[in-house]
């Protein structure tokens, strides 16, 4: 059993910054597809990014050029780098990780561990 926790959110104002962690217990994720998603009040969960096990990394439109997700297999954990914040950022966000590695995407529906979410305020 993977156990995720979430680390990193708070409130910032328009054009700021904030990095989100990740650590991962309980097994290791080095091998997983892993990313980062979020729910914006009144929404449904969409996929922020995702990064698999050898590096690559995909992006929400929305987030392009803007967020960075990297992995560091030494800590167990992922991160989420978000620069350029937006008020339309604001949302619960989550990390998720999954062993089963087709389709690594931020469009993918099931991904079969959770954190329980960090929040990102972002003041216009």
């Known amino acids: 059993q993977v156990q995720l926790v979430e680390s990193g959110g708070g409130s910032v104002q328009a054009g700021g910054s904030l990095r989100l962690s990740c650590a991962a217990y309980g097994y290791s994720i080095a091998t997983y597809c892993v990313g980062w998603f979020r729910r914006a009040p009144g929404q449904e969960r969409e996929g922020v990014a995702v990064i698999d096990s050898v590096g690559i990394t995909r992006y929400a439109d929305s987030v392009k050029g803007r967020f960075t997700i990297s992995r560091d297999n030494d800590k167990n954990a992922l991160y989420l780098q978000m620069n350029t914040l937006k008020p339309e950022d604001t949302a619960m966000y989550y990390c998720?990780?999954?062993?089963?590695?087709?389709?690594?995407?931020?469009?993918?529906?099931?991904?079969?561990?959770w954190g329980k979410g960090t929040l990102v305020t972002i003041a216009s």
């Open positions: 998720a990780a999954d062993p089963r590695v087709a389709y690594c995407h931020p469009t993918r529906v099931g991904m079969n561990y």
